[in-house]
């Protein structure tokens, strides 16, 4: 295992700690635990990066809990705050655009069908809002990166309706250059059933042909009882194409927020070290050293007879150090 003194890896140059990056960040919020913009926004400015955010919804905290109060933001209200932006010329310095938990699509309590897509039929419009942004940040800075975590569903449910998932599919999909979809979401996005490697690579291909040069499938089912797989795939103009496999160690626990916290992750190590192989071990290393803290302080802590959730939320300031000072533990492997 190797560790990266001050955050930056091996062979970095020290004066990229100089540099001005900026991140919009277009997420969900709550006030207690960490999804959305609260597990994305702390790692990206400790590892030196301005974030401004827009909190697509304020929750009291993830709909997880069973019961929460709180608010979501319409598409009129994102184009308020962006246009105040913009009149005030603070569009243009954007160096990364990420998007992930838009709005809360994770539902544990029981509704019928129709009502619980009624209640998110504002997301559809939302995403389009977001791809405006998208597309006209692009146009000020033809260099901007946008990383997107595609978040409609897992473990074989969709949280989403329909018309969300075509919005990601023909709006967001093409001004994406890097994409972090699960399994399920994959196969959603490219009609291809993943059930063995060669369909893992098959659905990337496929995200590759629609013009994302960046795809990593965060999570997979292909695993084990002991890990999980991802897999990543870079197209290098000139120079083919990049795929590895990611063996994520797995912990007895379920946790949320931690495709937020990979996704800000990859975006910064892919912006301090250029490769995506080395990005995705240092992603992977870092946020299993989070999970590990998480999961002692659940064991430490909870005393209820049900598995409390307070006590799972991710120890993420208390893992500053693993952010700043990654140790590499888990390392990716050609395919």
Known sequence: MDSHPGGLPNGDNAEDSDRDYRVLSIQSHVVSG????????????????????????????????????????DEKTLQDLFDGLRVNHLTMSYTHLLTGTVQFLFVYITVELTELFSGFVQSKTLLEKIADIARELKRSNPKLI??????????????????????????????????????????????????????????????????????????????????????????????????????????????????????????????KTGDLQRSCDITVSTLQAVLKRTWKHFQENCQDSQPCLRHLELRLIQSKRDIENPVVSVQCLNI
């Open 146 to 271: 946008y990383v997107c975590d595609p978040v409609m569903g897992d473990n074989g449910k969709m949280y989403v309706p329909m018309e969300v998932f075509e919005a990601y599919r023909d709006s967001i999909l093409p001004l994406a250059d890097i994409v972090t979809p699960n399994q399920f979401e994959a196969e959603l996005l490219t009609g291809i059933t993943i059930r063995s490697e060669k369909d893992a690579l098959a659905a990337i291909d496929r995200l590759h042909s629609r013009g994302v040069p960046t795809v990593i499938i965060s999570s997979s089912d292909l695993g084990d009882d002991k890990n999980l797989i991802g897999f990543g795939s870079a197209v290098n103009q000139g120079a083919g194409k990049l795929r590895f496999r990611m063996n994520i160690p797995r912990l007895p626990a379920s946790f949320t927020g931690t495709g937020d916290l990979f996704t800000a992750l990859l975006l910064a190590w892919m912006t």
């Open 34 to 73: 960490y999804v959305g913009n609260k597990s994305a926004v702390f790692p990206l400015q400790v590892l030196g990066f301005d974030v401004d955010f827009i909190n697509t919804v304020e929750f009291s905290n993830h709909t997880g809990y069973g019961s929460w109060k709180g608010s979501c933001m």
